[in-house]
């Protein structure tokens, strides 16, 4: 009895053995995508889905000559699910790689998971600064940002417009203030004071009460961090009360990224700063642009781009082991040496794996993110706290 359960045993172990190298071999890639589908951060997800499956068309369908199998969840910008969602991917799915998110709080509890199974992550947008800091590993990547790069570029733009006395409002979480740090240390650095922090919890977007006490505090400017949904109507809500009219309004580039046909004329002529604008003229990038329009009838935005970027990461790191996934340590060689001709503008990745990048002055011109200058070259995360 104990022999042939033992037998019984071996043979399954050896199906699975089997089973596991055809995985290895012939069987298509699976790639978890954990996106936000649906809230304030639906369209956001959708777009970077859509970015990465473009560069993949590019490729025939296949990266490294494999098939590509997604396999979804939507995180619904929640992070007391996000354990339990890619939980999904990793344990019940088995996914080689698992793509998310979003939202940064979601993205840290994925880190965590990534760091402990070994899977390898890429993060495509969200930019908690801990994923590329403190939780940063070796099979953890970022085709986008952290959160300090994008609030340190427009503390730089405040501070060279001679701005002295700024108030920030923002979601209270990770990213909002995170992203108020960065902002805070480059506008101090050139002289100026962030005289009062607001907030609101994330996802709300009842902002009355704050625009009163801008209003009333009447600083020279006011940094803002929103996205998406909340995005549009911060916007619209900061033009009706007649703040745009008196207090210049400067936002981390997603202010407008992705929001401009719901905020209309309430967007016109704001500033921003960001990795990424509608009108980089580079045969890269207009050569994107058309694809992505033609493929979707759609313009895409920096969410789209890092979607796609984050396609064009993984396909470097398997190009580099022909398709075979087992191959981790080269995979992760290659990927962390990728040079990626994105549609942004070249980019590299930091020692924390996270891209080293310019950062643009934008002024939102009709439906468009216009690009005015080059706010900061080569911004690297300072990648406090990792050690690989
Ligand atoms: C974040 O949570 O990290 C985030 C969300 C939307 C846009 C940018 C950052």
Redesign the pocket.
């Known amino acids: 009895m104990t022999l042939a359960l033992t037998r019984r045993a071996a043979f399954a172990l050896a199906a699975f053995a089997v089973a596991g190298a055809a995985h290895a071999q012939g069987q298509p890639i699976k790639v978890g995508l954990m996106l936000p589908y649906t809230g304030t951060?639906a369209a956001?997800g959708d777009m970077i889905e859509k970015g990465f499956r473009l560069h993949v068309e590019e490729q025939g369908g296949k990266l490294a000559g494999r098939e590509i199998q997604f396999v979804k969840v939507d995180d619904e910008s929640d992070p007391a699910k996000a354990t339990d969602n890619v939980n999904k991917l990793i344990k019940r799915d088995n996914v080689d790689v698992i793509v998310g998110t979003?939202?940064?709080?979601v993205?840290l509890a994925m880190a965590r998971a990534a760091r402990e199974s070994g899977t390898l992550m890429i993060v495509p947008?969200?930019?908690?600064d801990e994923v590329t800091g403190p939780m940063c590993a070796p099979n953890i990547f970022r085709s986008s940002f952290s959160?300090w790069q994008?609030g340190y570029a427009p503390g730089v733009i405040a501070a060279q417009k001679g701005y002295k006395r700024a108030m920030t409002i923002t979601w209270n979480?990770?990213?909002g203030n995170q992203m108020v740090k960065g902002f805070t240390e480059a506008f101090e650095k050139g002289g100026g004071k962030v005289i009062k922090e607001l907030n609101l919890p994330f996802p709300n977007v009842e902002f009355q009460a704050l625009l009163t006490e801008i209003a009333a505090q009447k600083p020279d400017v006011v940094f803002a961090?929103f996205?998406?949904g909340g995005a549009v109507k911060f916007v619209k809500d900061y033009d009706a009360a007649g703040l745009k009219k008196t207090i210049p309004l400067i936002g981390?580039g997603?202010l407008t990224d992705g929001t401009l046909q719901g905020q209309g004329e309430s967007a016109q002529g704001l500033i921003t700063a960001l990795h990424y604008g509608d009108n980089l003229e580079t045969p890269r990038n207009n050569a994107f642009r058309n694809k992505f329009a033609v493929t979707y009838k759609l313009n895409p935005d920096v969410y789209a781009v890092q979607g796609y970027d984050a396609a064009q990461l993984l396909a470097a790191g398997l190009n580099a082991v022909k398709g075979d996934v087992t191959k981790k340590d080269a995979m992760i060689a290659a990927m962390k040496a990728a040079k990626i001709d994105s549609p942004r503008g070249p980019f590299t990745m930091s020692a924390q794996h996270n891209p080293v990048q310019d950062f643009y002055a934008r002024e939102v011109k009709g439906n468009y993110n216009v690009v005015t200058g080059v706010a900061v070259k080569a911004l690297a995360d300072p990648g406090r706290g990792c050690r690989m």
């Open positions: 951060f956001l979003v939202h940064s709080g993205a947008n969200a930019g908690a959160n994008t979480y990770a990213a961090f996205a998406g981390a997603f």
